[in-house]
């Protein structure tokens, strides 16, 4: 079993930055890739971004790149999202997710094995 907590969401203006961050307590979290989903108002889930267990690999999805970088660091059993040049269309709930499976298939697939509770991002205008 592992366990996902996510902290840092908040309230931001429209091209602030902020960074979430989710910590994984619980057996083997290290061979588990890594990622962060979100869902709007109103609006089903959708990928954001996900890390391999090793953090060579990353893949986001198209609206984020080159605004937001995922990272992780398993000596503290965490992953991060730096979310930069925000918009109020990023408001969400930002929920990561652990998972066996490569993370270059969750955009089409999403994780099962883990999920957090997630963490509200409010972006104002």
């Known amino acids: 079993q592992v366990q996902l907590v996510e902290s840092g969401g908040g309230l931001v203006q429209a091209g602030g930055s902020l960074s979430v961050s989710c910590a994984a307590s619980?057996?083997?979290?290290?061979?588990?890739?890594m990622g962060w989903f979100r869902q709007a108002p109103r609006k089903e889930r959708e990928f954001v971004a996900a890390?391999?267990?090793?953090?060579?690999?990353?893949y986001y999805a198209d609206s984020v790149k080159d605004r937001f970088t995922i990272s992780r660091d398993n000596a503290k059993n965490t992953v991060y999202l730096q979310m930069s040049s925000l918009k109020p269309e990023d408001t969400a709930v930002y929920y990561c997710?652990?998972?066996?499976?490569?993370?270059?298939?969750?955009?089409?697939?999403?994780?099962?094995?883990?999920w957090g509770q997630g963490t509200q991002v409010t972006v104002s205008s």
């Open positions: 619980g057996r083997n979290r290290r061979s588990y890739a």
């Open positions: 890390i391999s267990w090793s953090g060579g690999a990353t």
């Open positions: 997710a652990a998972d066996s499976r490569s993370p270059h298939t969750w955009s089409i697939q999403p994780p099962s094995d883990y």
